[in-house]
Each structure stands twice: as structure tokens, then as C-alpha cells.
């Protein structure tokens, strides 16, 4: 066979870890049911009123979408109160963080900064784009460190990128630090905070700085339905960025990426209140069990503002991990984070958690 050249940043690529499948496991270990825990989807599965929107428009699946999703930037600008024109729709905001690092950042000039162990994309797109990836070191108890990245910024910083909440640690910046860090960055440098789970942050205006919109020139803010709507699976995400770079990159982008299917589904999910109360409830709910329970099994346990915790068993993270998914419950070590003492476990239905507790405490031998 002949072996064609590539271009050397994919040559020995570290491709992206995703959690465990519930397949995989089942297969695996001969089980019947698992509970999976791993990957921050939402524990009461997609609403019903998206469910029937889905099925009621299969039909209508042969037509191409509608190039920028307009009929779902309509309603994220009626309910998040931003402009129409700074809604940029993606295939999962994964397709906006690539966007952006192939747009705004210029290979082989550009450096973007983040902080150590965190989401592992923004690495994955800096090397796809032959962009320098800068990264800071967090706090002791793994505080953001908005300070050190502003320090770390210079004319050539494409980018900063603060997730809030914080994936793995659930940790999330106060929106008077994020505004301060805006205005200390560099000219030409982005403020981008990934807010994938800012849903579950309470309460919302000490966080998000979208509320201030207006008052920002170099903020962009990413948002998913894969998390608190429970659309994981047909890949929504989008950013609000500054309104001339979102028309540039509408210019530029691969056209109908965001299928007619998630558009329809994403637009029933964002009205539907009901579903989303419940879902925030059953979080807040699960969080304060794991809170309580976890350091009864001699774990530590650090606070969230996000839909899972992290912490650290007594024994080997690896080892408990095995131990749990033979129990038929999958979790995420954060080994693949540089995290390899810890665990990340999302909040389940009331069931799951109830579970996963009494099955962490078998593991642990409590
Ligand atoms: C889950 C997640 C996303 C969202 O990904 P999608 O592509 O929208 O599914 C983005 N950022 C972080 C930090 C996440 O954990």
C-alpha cells in the first residue's frame, strides 16, 4: 500500500475521548441494564414535546434546511435577549469553537490561551489550525485563573477561552471577573467564554456576562443544547458573538451544517419550559445528594455549578472506574484531562443516583 503525506500537526494526533457508550458496556460485561453517568447528558432524556416535533417533520427530511438555522436564531434572540445578527448556529457549539479557531486565529501567527485540564477540543482545534496553544495553571483548589491569562495574552492572542462552568471542576467565573478580564485584553484578542453548562448556575445574572451584552466588543459566548435541552444527539450548539465577525464567519462556513431535524427540535426545546424546570430541578436536587453522600465514602468532593461533580475516591480513580462498570455504571476518569486522581460523575434521575452511591460504596467497601 502506499502511504500518502498528510500534514504534520495530524501526523500522531491525540484524538478526542469520549465516554463509554452504554453498548459498549452492555456488551462487555454481559449486562442488561447500565446507567451512564459520563458524558453530562441530560438524565430525563429528550421531552416529549421534542419528540413529537421530531416525528411530526421526518417528512420533511429530503428538503435541505434552511442555510443559518434563521427560524432557531430568532427564537435564541427572543429568549436570551441578544441581537439576531450576533447568532451564529453550529453543528454542537464544537463546530463554533472550530469556526473559530480556523477564522479568527492565523496559523503559524496566532496563540490562544487557556487554562491546564481543561475541555480538550480547544487543544484539538489549536493543533488542527497550527495555532500555539498557551496554558495557564490553575489555582490550588482549581479556581479559574482569569489574572494569570490575561498576563499570558499578548498582540498576537487570538483568543482567550474560559469555560463557566468549568468542565471538570464545575467551577464557574463571577461575571464581574469576566468583565474585568475583558477589558484588559489585547486589541485584537477574543474574550470567549464556553457556557455549556451555565444553565445550571445559580443564580444566573452573578454569572453570565450575556446579560450585559451591550456592553462588550470583544465577547463571545458559547452555548449547547446538548446539556440542560437534552439534544446530545442531533448536535446543536451556538455562539453570540460580535455582530460583524458572526456575518464573516457566515461568509466562510460550510454550508448546512446544522440539520433540518435539530433546527426544528432545538426551536420546541427552547419553549419548553416545563422540561427545562424539571431538568433544572432534578440537577440542583442530585448535586446536593452527591454533596452529602460522596464524603460519607470517603471521598472528596469538590462544589458545582454544573450538572456533574468531581472528585476523588480513596482508592486508585482507574481502579474504582473498573470496578464501578462492571456494576454497570459508567462514570468519567479525568486521566484524559490530566486529572488522573479524579472522577467526574454527572447527576442521573433520582433512581441513578441512588445507584451509583450504593455501588461506589460496594467499590470502596463502606
Ligand atoms: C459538552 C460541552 C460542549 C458542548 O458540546 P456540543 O458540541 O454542543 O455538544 C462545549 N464545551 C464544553 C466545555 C462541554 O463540556
Not at 24 to 29: K, R, V
Not at 48 to 76: C, G, M, W
Request: with cysteine; hydrophobic share 40%; glycine share 6%.
Amino acid at each position: 500500500m502506499r502511504e500518502f503525506s498528510v500534514r504534520s500537526e495530524i501526523l500522531e494526533f491525540d484524538p478526542y475521548t469520549p465516554g463509554l457508550t452504554i453498548e459498549q458496556i452492555q456488551q462487555q460485561y454481559g449486562l442488561d441494564t447500565v446507567i451512564k453517568l459520563a458524558s453530562n447528558e441530560n438524565p430525563l432524556g429528550v421531552s416529549p414535546v421534542v419528540q413529537k416535533t421530531v416525528a411530526n417533520n421526518a417528512d420533511r427530511a429530503f428538503r435541505y434546511p434552511e442555510n443559518h438555522s434563521p427560524r432557531l436564531v430568532k427564537e435564541i434572540s427572543k429568549h436570551v435577549g441578544v441581537p439576531a445578527e450576533s447568532i451564529l448556529v453550529g453543528n454542537g457549539s464544537d463546530e463554533i469553537i472550530d469556526m473559530l479557531f480556523r477564522m479568527k486565529a492565523r496559523p503559524g501567527k496566532s496563540n490562544v490561551v487557556c487554562y491546564e485540564n481543561c475541555f480538550s477540543m480547544y487543544r484539538m482545534c489549536a493543533k488542527l489550525a497550527g495555532v500555539e496553544y498557551r496554558e495557564v495553571a490553575r489555582g490550588e483548589n482549581f479556581e479559574l485563573p482569569l489574572d494569570k491569562m490575561a498576563e499570558a495574552a499578548d498582540e498576537n492572542t487570538a483568543m482567550v477561552i474560559v469555560t463557566s462552568p468549568d468542565n471538570p471542576t464545575g467551577v464557574a467565573a463571577g461575571v464581574e471577573d469576566l468583565s474585568v478580564l475583558a477589558g484588559v485584553l489585547p486589541e485584537d484578542c477574543l474574550l470567549v467564554v464556553d457556557e455549556a453548562y451555565i444553565d445550571f448556575v445559580w443564580p444566573p445574572e452573578s454569572y453570565t456576562p450575556v446579560q450585559a451584552y451591550d456592553k462588550f466588543d470583544n465577547l463571545v459566548v458559547l452555548r449547547t443544547f446538548s446539556k440542560a435541552y437534552g439534544l446530545a444527539g442531533l448536535r446543536v450548539g451556538y455562539g453570540i458573538l460580535p455582530p460583524k465577525l458572526a456575518s464573516l464567519m457566515k461568509n466562510a462556513r460550510i454550508p448546512f451544517t446544522v440539520n433540518l431535524l435539530a433546527e426544528d427540535a432545538a426551536v420546541a426545546a427552547l419553549n419548553d419550559e416545563v422540561f427545562y424546570n424539571e431538568t433544572l430541578q432534578l440537577v440542583m436536587r442530585g448535586r446536593e445528594y452527591f454533596m452529602e453522600e460522596l464524603p460519607k465514602l470517603g471521598c472528596k468532593v469538590w462544589p458545582s455549578q454544573a450538572n456533574f461533580l468531581m472528585f476523588q475516591p480513596p482508592k486508585p480513580a482507574q481502579t474504582v472506574f473498573k470496578a464501578l462498570l462492571k456494576k454497570g455504571v459508567i462514570v468519567r476518569p479525568l486521566a484524559s484531562f490530566g486529572l488522573g486522581k479524579l472522577i467526574r460523575v454527572n447527576v442521573g434521575t433520582d433512581h441513578e443516583n441512588k445507584e451509583f452511591i450504593k455501588r461506589l460504596g460496594e467499590v470502596l467497601g463502606a
